[in-house]
């Protein structure tokens, strides 16, 4: 079985600081790593996704991610925020093989970018 | 191309009844999977179906079923309604469900009252 742990629920950040945003997994077969974003009364858009290969993955609207496999995390970065990027960031991770279509997300860190 | 495309977008119901969502998924895809958000339980799976298979199923009760088409739409259906099932419903579609990426709809928000 799998499980996802983000570390912090809310994380306030002034505008065009740096954000790190913490995700940790647990898994006993190797998995898929995602990191989705949900805006109010709407549903989840990809950011970035690890399934193999260079651990640092970069994604959409300037977001990164760096797998680290020792210490099963996959946190998300990005070096200077902008108001538009408040919202809600979803961890999650999907199985190699069996449980097909099945995401396993974690609670959500909520971003709040303040001027 | 067209995205995932959730209908209806809005809906309110009284307990004990039924309601069924549907989804359309992206051209090509066969796996449609569901999920259900509420501020307390976060994003829940329901359940899985590629090529009219349910292929995976989450621990839900037997109220909440689902059924996917020969042309890859999926439905899903809650009967006898209580309060607890009011969320946001999601589903997301893949090539083939083992993670190569998933793409979300905008969700059908359902008030059960």
């Known amino acids: 079985a799998q499980s996802v742990t983000q570390l912090d629920s809310q994380v306030p950040v002034f505008e065009e600081a740096p954000v790190e945003l913490r995700c940790n997994y647990s898994s006993s077969v190797s998995v898929y790593l995602f990191w989705y974003v949900q805006y109010p009364n709407q549903g989840l858009q990809l950011l970035l996704k690890?399934?193999?290969?260079?651990?640092l993955v970069k994604g959409i609207n300037g977001f990164e991610a760096e797998f680290n496999k020792s210490q099963t995390s996959f946190h998300l970065r990005k070096p200077s925020v902008h108001i538009s990027d408040t919202a809600e960031y979803f961890c999650a991770v999907s199985a190699y093989s069996g449980n097909t279509g099945k995401l396993i997300f974690g609670q959500g860190t909520t971003l709040q970018v303040k001027p | 191309k067209a995205g995932v495309t959730q209908t209806p977008r809005y809906l309110i119901k009284t307990r004990g009844q039924q309601v069924t969502l549907s989804c359309s998924p992206i051209s090509g895809h066969r796996s449609v999977s569901w999920y259900q958000q509420t501020p307390g339980q976060g994003l829940q799976f329901l359940f899985e179906y590629f090529s009219e298979t349910q292929r995976n199923k989450g621990n839900f009760p037997g109220r909440f079923s689902g059924r996917q088409f020969s042309n890859s739409r999926s439905e899903m259906n809650v009967s006898t309604l209580e309060l607890g099932d009011s969320a946001l419903y999601l589903c997301a579609s893949s090539l083939d469900g083992l993670g190569y990426g998933y793409t979300f709809g905008s969700g059908t928000r359902l008030t059960v009252v």
């Open positions: 690890y399934l193999s290969g260079s651990t």
